[in-house]
Each structure stands twice: as structure tokens, then as C-alpha cells.
């Protein structure tokens, strides 16, 4: 008895496990799923074309050439497509595509077309694919982010998909530097929709980003004077040693790496000719923090250091660009992540939930009320780096989770 009582239970558990995986494939949405297979290379293609255009922040004229790529593209989806002017000089438009439904969401969607890499890039190191990856200059920050964004639009309006108000999409000029050219459009678009995804990569394995660290430039200046450094370098009040001190005195002040504050120097300049004693010296710290009262004691402890100079007659400056705020997650935030995550669970697929220190413009979005939620880029990493990658595998998956994730969201907005 007790025999068959075991293989009736093994055989009810595996009767279970067949169903279960039954449920599971019926769940997914074939036309998607389908139209997510043959979009792939299309995807590829796009990739391809714009990595190879150079749009380092502040390249006007690449900007203007990887946007007007997508804007005709778009416009044969039916988008209606306009520029928005910088909000900052020497930055190319922004580019902004409205799609109109039939249905209640209204959605926004925000990816950067700009990255971190200067001209000539693309030419010397090109879009590749090895093995399970691709590489080039912002193929995962952000524009596998642009090109999963640009697919997933494609595919509802090649099925006819029109249960939502409006989908508006948001190319930002300058997020590499906080969004100087878009940050008073990005509030905007953010008050007039009912959520906003942010097309940033996915922290591998295979994860949705719930909370951000928020990102500020402390800038160090320091004023001294020049004098002929063979002739009279004693006339001189040397800029560049006054700040190496400020410096000094700031080591150890503050965590380099983890999840909590970061403070790293990113840039130095002093002087530029090697027979003048330099007048001038900058040091720019790069903050990263979680809460803002982080923000204003590292500004604090950097000030309190000015105020004592090691090289006579100098002075010292300290000031900050605008920041981006942290993401904080929240309630709001997990609602998106859960439906996202059991959209996922469609075709078979387990998101992550993580947080990172990297600032993106989903902050901007839950600063004025918007549920946002971020990471639905394709899966990559090493990003600013020359060998700054995409897993080719996450494309299909992440493709359909952003589609469906779309229509959903149309349909029932949080």
C-alpha cells in the first residue's frame, strides 16, 4: 500500500509540473512573442546604425545624425515627431515622438541618445558582435535602450495595438551630464503622463533597477599667480600645489565605492604651459549619494576645507552643478516592478529587483509625482569603457517584456 501510495503522489506531482508548464505557455502572448522573434535582427540592424554614428555629449552634429535615424523611423509608425531646443548651449535637440490610442495610459518613455565617448570613436572601434555580445562606443548606455524602446513601438503598431491614451518618447540630448538640455522637459512630460520607463540596461544576471543613486559635480577652483617658473618661480602663488593640498586633506574623508555616498576626483586641470608657474586649478568630485542630506555634508566638509590655504596669496573656490536626485524606491515603484516581473514570468523569465549608483532621468519623473520605474534596457555591463558590452540573449526576452509591459500598461495604468 504504502508503494502505491508513493507512485500515486509521484505520479500526481508530475501531472502537476506538466500542467503547471502548460499554464505557463498559454500565458505568453503568441502575436508578441512572435513578433518579437522576427523584430530581433531588426533590432540588430538599428543597433548597429547608430552605435557607429559618434554622439558624445555635446556633438551637435552627432546627435542630430543618430536622431534623424530615428525620427524618420518613427514617423513611419505614425508618430507625430518634433525637436525640442536644449535647454543648455552647445548640445544638439531633443527629440520627442507622440503616439495616440484609443485607450486610459498615458506613457511616457525616456532614453538618452548621447554618451560618454568623444569623436573618432566609432570609426576606431566600431559595432561588433562576439559570440554572445556585442560591443561599441554606447551600445548598452543607452542605445540598445533606444533601439529596444523604438522595436517595442514597432510591434504594437504592426498589431494594431491601440488600447492606450498616449505613448510619448523622449530622446534626451545630455543625460551623460545630468540632462542640462532637457531637465525643465522631462519635469513636463513627466506632470502630463501616468507613469514613465526608462530604457537604461539591466544590471546583469538579469535585473529591473528599483532604486538609483543620485549624481552631483562638486567643483574645487583654486586662484593663485603666474610667474616665470625659471626666471622668478618665487614671484608665483602656485595653483596647481594648493590644490593638490586641498586634496590631501580630503583622502580618507569619504567612501570611494559601496552603496552608500561616494565621493571620487574624476577630473584635474592646472596650467598649460610647462615654464609658467599655473594661476589656476580645478578638481571636479563626482558624488554619488542616496539621500540629499548626503549631498549637502560632503559639500559642507569640502567647503570647511577651503578655508584653509597651505600656499599664501591663494584662494579657493567651491560650488556644484545641479544634480540629478536619487531614485528612492517606494511603493509606487515596486506596483511597476511586480507586474513587470509577472509579465516576465510569461515566457518563463525571473527578473531581479537592484539599485546602483549610476543617475538616470527616472528621478527626474518620481520627483514630480510620475511612477517610474528603470533598467528595461537590454542586459550589459562595463559600461564607459572601451569594452563596454550587451548579452545578445536578453535582447528577444527584454524586447517582450517591454512590449508587453507597454500594452498593460495602456490598457490598465498604475
Known sequence: MLWRSLVALLVSTLLALVFQDHALAAARNE????????????????LKEIVDIDSGTGDVEGGAKVEAVLSARLQQLGAEVRTEPAEAAGLPDNLVAVFHGSGRGRILIIAHIDTVFGPGTAAARPFSLEKDRAYGPGVGDEKAGVVNAFTALKILHDLGFKDFRTITLLLDDSEERGSPGSTNLIRRLSREHDVEFNMEPGDPPDALTVWRKGSANVHIRVKGRAAHS?????????????????????????????NGVTVNVTVLRAGDRPNIIPDSAEAILN??????????????????????????DTTVVVSRDPAFPPLTENGRIDSLAARARALYAEIGKTAELSGNG??????????????????LGFIGGDFHTDHEWIDLNSISPRLYLFTRLLMESGAKPP
Open 287 to 312: 558624488v554619488r549619494y542616496r539621500k540629499p542630506e548626503e549631498l549637502e555634508a560632503v559639500l559642507a566638509r569640502v567647503e570647511a576645507g577651503s578655508r584653509t590655504t597651505e600656499v599664501p
Open 358 to 375: 549610476g543617475a538616470s532621468e527616472s528621478a527626474l519623473a518620481m520627483s514630480e509625482g510620475t511612477a517610474a520605474l528603470d533598467g
Open 230 to 258: 625659471g626666471m622668478a618661480p618665487q614671484d608665483g602663488r602656485n595653483a596647481a600645489v594648493e590644490l593638490m593640498h586641498q586634496l590631501a586633506a580630503l583622502q580618507g574623508a569619504f567612501p570611494l565605492s559601496g
Open 31 to 46: 502575436k508578441v512573442y512572435q513578433a518579437v522573434q522576427a523584430n530581433r535582427s531588426v533590432a540588430i540592424d538599428l
